[in-house]
């Protein structure tokens, strides 16, 4: 499933050469050679003048064995009876030994062998930090990042297990018992197509293109016609991405912060998404704030508090019912001040009031796209995706009157029909970012449309 954030290229990243092998002695020593600097003319000049006029000052060597001056007795405190006890006392003889005694030692010592070469041992880092990973090779890192990807990909496949007993199970039924395609069998397939939330419109659209792919016989048994329907429901969620923003690399990397407001219902999860969200993008070495924007409701800043306290951010807050846009103004400043790469921005869920939901979330977007440039960079819905096409009536409200760019599908491990992401993808046309699929913190996955639909078909 790749990387969770893929904002910052890969040769962006400082390198410190921890696990690249040693260079030879004699290149290491040319670019010595290459780096030193020679003074200027004027410099080397002078300094020769210098050192003709002034002559070197002559240091007389001084004897190691001579014993040092005595000092007085009222600063030692040795009283006169004691000072010639001390004196009258022999001296350890610091005598060094003639020449010819220290050869006839070193040739009466026994000759050692020469030993063998060790062989070069792998290059590792100099730092045994296991956290860090510093200790362990390229390889072993990237096997460890392949490892832990492949887990999240399995984990997104057990969380649609669910949608894909209830789409699969339907599907099946229709095809049980089934040797040749009929009206009969594809208007029962209909049905359970609507049935698993893929909408009305959705289904009809798809199935007209397999009853045209029928009478032309390009199919002729089930197995085609499964294929048939894995493949539109694909090519909606692809063409979906074309629109609105399907990746943070679209915005370049100068520009920072990438500031993300979060759009949303109250109840479908969004503070819990914007928790997650901050953990998978810090989890990545990114820096991330968040903005406790949604000044309306008591409980938004306490709980974005908790998530903030758990995953470790920054969390920028006003006390109820401070203008929103006065919160991310200072939130904007704060992270232009610690240069931060992420700013995710909560915003109030209310419906009920839209004209007020709408001046409100304008006069954010233009204190946002003022103090950094492009911003907001992304505005994401969280829809739940049990709630079906309830979900997708309120994405159209908040398509009028936020300008979302992507959504994030919560909930999907719950007992959700799953149709629904196609059918927000093809009336909405909005790219499906990112997907909830627990309650734990790291919980939160980018959306794969070839394993969604390869998992529905399982």
Not at 287 to 292: I, P, Q, R
Not at 430 to 445: H, M, N, Q, S, T
Request: proline share 5%; charged share 25%.
């Amino acid at each position: 499933m790749g990387l969770f954030w893929r904002r910052k290229k890969e040769d962006q990243y400082v390198t410190l050469g921890l696990n690249e092998p040693a260079r030879p002695v004699e290149q290491r020593e040319g670019e010595t050679d290459k780096q030193s600097l020679e003074p200027p003319a004027a410099t080397t000049e002078a300094t020769t003048s210098t050192n003709a006029a002034v002559a070197p000052v002559a240091l007389e060597p001084v004897p190691t064995g001579a014993s040092p001056a005595p000092q007085p007795a009222t600063e030692t405190g040795i009283t006169d009876t004691r000072k010639a006890e001390v004196i009258e006392q022999p001296r350890p003889s610091t005598q060094t030994p003639p020449p010819s005694a220290r050869e006839n030692s070193a040739a009466s010592a026994p000759s050692r062998a020469p030993q063998p070469p060790r062989p070069n041992a792998p290059q590792r880092s100099s730092f045994s930090s296991s956290i860090l990973g510093l200790d362990r090779s390229t390889e072993e890192l990237q096997a460890e990042i392949d490892a832990l990807e492949q887990t999240y990909a399995v984990r997104f496949s057990r969380a649609i297990a669910a949608t894909r007993e209830s789409l699969s199970e339907k599907i099946d039924t229709v095809f049980q018992g089934r040797k040749q395609i009929d009206a009969e069998l594809l208007d029962e397939l209909e049905e359970a197509l609507i049935a698993a939330d893929i909408g009305v419109t959705t289904t009809l659209e798809i199935l007209d293109k397999v009853r045209r792919a029928v009478s032309r016989k390009e199919i002729a048994d089930i197995e085609a016609l499964k294929h048939a329907l894995k493949s539109e429901l694909l090519t909606i969620l692809r063409e979906s991405e074309k629109k609105g923003v399907a990746s943070e690399e679209s915005v370049s990397a100068d520009i920072a912060p990438y500031v993300i407001m979060v759009v949303g219902v109250n109840g479908v999860g969004k503070t819990t998404t914007i928790g997650k969200l901050a953990q998978r993008i810090k989890m990545e070495g990114n820096d991330v704030l968040v903005c406790a924007a949604d000044t309306f409701r008591a409980a938004a800043t306490d709980q974005l508090a908790i998530w903030a306290e758990r995953t470790g951010v920054a969390l920028i807050q006003q006390k109820q019912g401070t203008d929103p846009a006065a919160v991310l103004f200072d939130a904007l400043k704060a992270a232009k001040a610690r240069k931060s790469d992420v700013l995710i921005v909560d915003t109030a869920g209310r419906l009920h009031n839209k004209a007020n939901l709408m001046a409100e979330l304008e006069k954010m977007k233009r204190v946002a796209a003022r103090e950094v440039e492009g911003a907001p960079h992304e505005t994401l819905l969280v829809v739940d995706a049990v709630t079906g096409q309830n979900g997708l009536e309120q994405a159209r409200q908040f398509l009028k009157i936020a300008g979302v760019t992507g959504i994030v599908l919560t909930k999907l491990d719950g007992t959700a029909k799953g149709g629904i992401a196609v059918a927000i993808a093809k009336e909405l046309s909005l790219p499906i970012r990112f997907a909830g699929i627990g309650e734990k913190v790291d919980d939160l996955v980018v959306f794969d449309a070839e394993q969604y639909v390869n998992g529905l078909f399982a």
